[in-house]
């Protein structure tokens, strides 16, 4: 079975620091885009950051540029979100997902948001 699983949120005081982890099971990574979203309550989903499957290339959404740091660790089949800084806004679920596409990072960041399967996400609390 084809199945996407993210783990790492929490609770955190603003400043603070969460990784959040996405890991694949029924399926190799290495050839897919990988991409973060999130959604806070009431507001859309929305894409946080998303990388490549060939180059390695990266997106990140204006609002985490410099704060968040989008990896993949293919030998363990899972992509990371390192996210610094963290303010109460970040606070919401955050979701991964991919796409078999070797379309522009920034592009398939569109696609995934539009396309994805969603799982369970992984909440993250921002508050002091």
């Known amino acids: 079975q084809v199945q996407l699983v993210e783990s790492g949120g929490g609770l955190v005081q603003p400043g603070g620091s969460l990784r959040l982890s996405c890991a694949a099971s029924g399926f190799t990574l290495d050839y897919y885009a990988i991409g973060w979203f999130r959604q806070a309550p009431g507001k859309e989903r929305e894409g946080v950051s998303c990388?490549?499957?060939?180059?390695?290339?990266?997106y990140y959404a204006d609002s985490v540029k410099g704060r968040f740091t989008i990896s993949r660790d293919n030998a363990k089949n899972t992509v990371y979100l390192q996210m610094n800084s963290l303010k109460p806004e970040d606070t919401a679920v955050y979701y991964c997902?991919?796409?078999?596409?070797?379309?522009?990072?920034?592009?398939?960041?569109?696609?995934?948001?539009?396309?994805?399967?969603w799982g369970q996400g992984t909440q993250v609390t921002v508050s002091s």
């Open positions: 990388i490549s499957s060939s180059d390695g290339s990266t």
């Open positions: 997902a991919a796409d078999p596409r070797d379309w522009a990072v920034q592009a398939m960041c569109v696609i995934m948001g539009l396309t994805g399967s």
